[in-house]
């Protein structure tokens, strides 16, 4: 197999739990990668515009955020597809239901949340996102949305995306990033089909990719791709899923597969 691109998740698979990654060791695969003329993408939930801000140094790398419904480059710029005001509004009101949920509108640089969020919660949202703004009914946002981020109970997590599948049934699709918080997306917009998009602006085939991942918002990703390699410290379900496995996160899992897997080859 020939590898032309590598593509990964940022939390709990690209980033340690500080929220950080090897740079020394990151800067040296990178290099040799390029060498090879392998692209490497970052794929998060993140904004794009946040993700650019971990990779400064590397302006030829590719971003997709928004869990696929942004994709930029420093040359290439931003693209994002956003929902429409109309089903914003029908998803808020979807949602009123559910008063135990925390709730962020994400655009492409504001996030909005309400002035009487939870204390937590918006001090959490602040630490993910750049450019917070607190509004006093999320109702009123007109920035534009490119996904909802949704914080719940834990135990209440696969409950409410049982809910909320059919609910939303057309308008979005709830993506969980893990027990307690969960995404809205847009139908048919994930990292799987940002991935083929980039591809397709590229060249590059899925059989010719890797990607790594360690939530199911990373699954349609994982197997759009030739090789799917999901962490050591993502849930057992989502393993068995992969085509491979390399260590968890804290361990520089993502490096340690490219180096053993892809550049010694």
């Known amino acids: 197999m020939t590898v032309k691109l590598i593509a990964t998740d940022m939390d709990g698979t690209f980033l340690n739990n500080q929220g950080d990654y090897n740079r020394p060791r990151f800067a040296r695969d990178y290099a040799a990668l390029q060498q090879q003329g392998i692209q490497f993408v970052i794929a998060s ?23 696929g419904a942004e994709l930029m480059q420093s040359q290439a710029g931003l693209t994002a597809a956003t929902f429409s005001p109309a089903v914003t509004q029908q998803i808020l009101q979807v949602l009123a239901a559910y008063p135990e949920v925390q709730l962020a509108l994400c655009g492409t640089r504001t996030v909005h949340v309400l002035k009487n969020a939870d204390v937590d919660f918006v001090a959490a949202m602040a630490a993910y996102y750049v450019d917070l703004e607190r509004v006093a ?62 591809g397709e602006q590229l060249g590059i085939a899925p059989a010719e990719m890797v990607a790594f991942g360690d939530g199911t918002n990373d699954l349609e990703m994982l197997q759009y791709v030739h090789t799917g390699v999901v962490m050591g410290n993502a849930p057992v379900e989502l393993q068995l899923k992969g085509d491979a496995i390399t260590t968890g996160n804290t361990e520089d899992g993502v490096l340690t597969y490219i180096e053993n897997e892809i550049l010694r080859k």
């Open 137 to 198: 009914d999320l109702r009123t946002v007109t920035d534009p949305v490119v996904k909802f981020d949704i914080i719940c109970p834990p135990q209440r997590t696969d409950q409410l995306v049982y809910e909320l599948t059919p609910k939303l049934s057309g308008l979005a699709v709830p993506a969980s990033g893990g027990q307690g918080s969960l995404d809205l997306i847009q139908p048919g917009l994930h990292k799987g089909w940002a991935l083929r998009l980039l």
């Open 45 to 67: 939930g993140h904004q794009a515009v946040e993700l650019a801000t971990f990779f400064e140094d590397y302006p030829a790398l590719w971003l997709i955020g928004g869990n």
